[in-house]
Structures are given as structure tokens and as C-alpha cells.
């Protein structure tokens, strides 16, 4: 859904509009969390493209409020931003980590709230161990399997050696691909001691990032706008068109349900997901 604010004329405000792309919550590949909250990575790509094909939009507005999430989530919203052929301008609201940081980074400015909280670059993957839990009950998991790392970290069974040092080497690959990408799109910005100090996925404070090189600016979120009609020649600061989502009841049904099963699988020990939080 795309709501256009602003003198218009032909559909669009005269002198084109800052598309603006809110990401709010956790970070999902699609569906969100509990009644629609979180970001589907789905959704987010797709108001980027329509930004990217849409004429009247000048400039892009990316304003980001959340902790991370899906490796592969952010992966998919960060080259979206990146394919954009037009100016682009990210702001980091209460909390833009780890993978929040992540999709902001592939912007051209990235202004950040003095207050906000950013940083925390690092991978991670977590799973439950039940199994004392199942012993007090009584209950026991039975697995047939086809090769000797096919049950690796179910939940019944303590993490051996030889899986805790494939599983590092995963999160170590995901986590060299999250400052890969980082140092592309911030180039030479976050060539200094400070950022790499950082890596050790510790949080910073705007003012912080800001002097290890991965925010531009600190303000609110009107300088960010203000950035983006400049860099996007729009008349003004009231001519914005705002990317959303109009959910029905049914929707909101659908993903209270699909939270419902991620849940669950998640605690019943499923595969876990490599994530950036």
C-alpha cells in the first residue's frame, strides 16, 4: 500500500516524493512476529523495488527500528537497498543492530538519534538443550539417522566438540559475509581502530558509531528526511510517500499462527537459523 502525502498532481506530489520504507522489529525472511510485528524481509524488498521502477519516487527514506534477526533476512533487504538507482538515506531510531545496522548500512547517509543504540555486528546461532528436562519426565528421543552429524544439536543431547567447531565455523563464514558487506557499502568510513574494535559485537551509542565510522550524522528523524529531499531534489520536506502494508483480519490470523508454529518449533529443538541479533 502506498500512501502519498503532499501537493500531488498526476498521483504523485509535484516535483516527486522521499519514498519512505519503515523497518520495524525483529528481522523475518517472510510473515512477521505475533499479530504482524517484525519486519518480513519479503515485504521490505518488495516496497524497494516499487520505489526503485517508480518515477515520482526521487529518494529513499529507510528509517530502521529493530535488533536483527534472519542472517538471511537482512542479506535480502540490504542488496535490495543497494540496487537502488536513486539516493537513499537510512535512520536509526531506539535501536538499529546487528541486522538493523546491516540493512542501514547499504545506504548513501545514514543518520542515527543521539539516543539510539546500533552496533552489535556479530552472527549467532541458538538452539535448547531439553535433555535433563526429558530425563525428570521420563521421556526419551529416539533418532535414526543416515550419517553420524545428522541429529547435530538436537535438543536431547549435549553439544559435542566436533559440533560446537562446524557450528563456530558457520557463524564465523555468516559473520565475515555481515563486515564484508559493511565495509563495501561504508568504504573507507569504517577504515579506522575503532570499527575494528568494535567486531567484537559489543553495543554502541549513536556518538559512538558515529566516530567508528558507520553513521554520518546524529539528529532526529527530520534531518534524516531533510537529507533525503535534498539528495533526491524534492520540493519539500511534506512530500513524502509512505510504503506499508494495509493488514485484514485474515492476515493478521495467518501470522499469528505462523508465530505460533515458529515458536514452538523453535523450542522443540528445530535446526537453528543463523542469525544477526
Known sequence: MLLVVGLIYGGKPVGGCVGVIRVEGELFSSGGGVLGGGASA??????????????????????????????????????????????????????????????????????????????????????????????????????????ALKDMLSGYKDVSDEERLILSQLINESFDNLVSDIRTARGEKVENAFFRQALDARLLSAKQALKAGLVDELGVERKALEKAVVLGNVSSVGDVCVFESKRTLADLINVFGASIGRGAATALGSAPKLEFS
Open 42 to 147: 519479503r515485504e521490505v524488498v518488495g516496497w524497494l523495488e516499487e520505489a526503485r521502477s517508480d518515477a515520482g519516487v526521487k529518494s529513499v527514506l529507510l528509517t530502521v527500528n529493530s535488533p536483527g534477526g534472519s542472517a538471511a533476512a537482512s542479506k535480502e533487504v540490504f542488496e535490495a537497498v543497494r540496487r537502488l538507482d536513486k539516493p537513499s538515506v537510512a535512520f536509526l531510531g531506539e535501536v538499529a543492530a546487528s541486522g538493523g545496522y546491516h540493512v542501514a548500512s547499504a545506504t548513501d547517509w545514514v543518520v542515527a538519534n543521539p539516543n539510539a543504540l546500533t552496533g552489535s555486528i556479530g552472527a549467532r546461532a541458538t538452539f535448547l538443550n531439553y535433555r535433563q528436562l526429558f530425563e525428570k519426565l521420563g521421556l526419551r528421543e529416539e533418532t535414526v539417522k543416515s550419517g
